[in-house]
């Protein structure tokens, strides 16, 4: 039977989580369930006593052409081996897919899930660049002006200017990056952010380290000094670093010797195109055709 979660699933759904995401960090699922998981956030499918399948729907408000809409990202749905080839995962999607039909224009999907929902109507959108870098590639500046664990609002207030370039993207508060250190902390990362002489802040990234390389999974900024202070930064940890940022973010000039990846990170399925038309004073038929009436470049780091 597939229903809303309630509080006494989670321990359930937890053990669910441990068994089918197997190269998943441990540590992830400990701040996830700790910080950010809500019972009214899945759906699962019931056999007996057993949670057979879930699908996890966190809700966003994302700013898209001067508006707030709220966007749900589905994620991290799982079926037990003992439950599996039995058609599940497609209702729970289905159901997944008809909730989100009736209270939001546009639903979202991680695309590493890609192939699963691509029946259902989702299709890439949102793509980022990776930009594998050695340590002369960062060696131009030196690291004053660095520091570690900056304030969540000095972290919220130079999202919001670097934001304003951008569309598409995720409307945060304080407490978004309270978590965002949270986690990465948890993962064995870092954030570290750039001031500059007047003690602004003029960006911050966040570092996790996976063997060899660092990994800049976010990096938010004013201008190149930023970026490559950041970057710096993050080359004292290992001398390889993989930074990654939106496609629209060309920073080939920057790093001309850099080797570079472009890849999808974000599907996203319309819902509703005749209320997003009127919304918006188009004619969307399409997912594709409803962002392509995008007045500035996309942008969104969440994938949970």
């Given amino acids: 039977m597939i229903q809303q979660a309630d509080k006494t699933m989670i321990p359930g759904i937890r053990e669910n989580w441990r068994v089918c995401f197997t190269l998943d960090d441990p540590r992830y699922a400990d701040f996830f369930f700790r910080q950010i998981c809500r019972p009214e956030y899945f759906y699962v499918d019931t056999e007996g006593n057993d949670i057979a399948a879930y699908i996890c729907m966190i809700p966003h408000d994302v700013m898209f052409n001067g508006r707030i809409l709220r966007?749900?990202?589905?994620?991290?749905?799982?079926?037990?081996?003992?439950?599996?080839?039995?058609?599940?995962?497609?209702?729970?999607?289905e159901t997944a897919v008809d909730v989100c039909s009736h209270r939001?224009?546009?639903?979202?999907?991680?695309?590493?899930?890609?192939?699963?929902?691509?029946?259902?109507?989702?299709?890439?959108?949102?793509?980022?660049?990776?930009?594998t870098l050695e340590r002369e590639e960062g060696a131009r500046?030196?690291?004053?002006?660095?520091m570690f664990e900056p304030h969540p609002v000095d972290m919220l207030k130079?999202?919001?200017?670097?934001?304003?370039?951008?569309?598409?993207?995720?409307?945060?508060?304080?407490?978004d990056f309270e978590n965002l250190k949270r986690e990465i902390n948890t993962r064995g990362g870092k954030v570290v952010a750039y001031f500059d002489e007047k003690n602004n802040i003029r960006g911050y990234a966040t570092v996790l380290l996976e063997g060899r390389e660092a990994k800049i999974e976010e990096m938010i900024y004013q201008d190149s000094t930023a970026i490559m202070k950041l970057v710096h930064a993050a080359m004292q940890e290992r001398a390889t670093v993989t930074l990654h940022v939106s496609q629209a973010?060309?920073?080939?000039?920057?790093f001309p010797n850099a080797k570079q990846r472009t890849y999808p990170v974000v599907m996203a399925r319309l819902n509703e195109p005749r209320l997003f038309s009127k919304l918006f004073s188009c004619e969307a038929r399409t997912i594709q055709e409803a962002y392509r009436i995008s007045t500035k470049p996309?942008?969104?780091?969440?994938?949970v």
């Fill in 249 to 254: 973010e060309n920073l080939s000039r920057l």
């Fill in 71 to 93: 966007m749900s990202m589905l994620s991290h749905a799982c079926t037990m081996p003992a439950y599996r080839n039995e058609g599940r995962m497609k209702k729970l999607i």
């Fill in 141 to 146: 500046l030196s690291t004053y002006g660095c």
């Fill in 158 to 175: 130079v999202y919001s200017s670097s934001m304003h370039r951008f569309n598409g993207y995720v409307a945060r508060t304080p407490k």
């Fill in 104 to 131: 939001e224009l546009i639903t979202l999907v991680p695309a590493a899930y890609g192939e699963s929902y691509r029946p259902f109507g989702f299709e890439p959108i949102y793509y980022r660049t990776a930009y």
């Fill in 298 to 303: 996309l942008m969104m780091v969440e994938t």
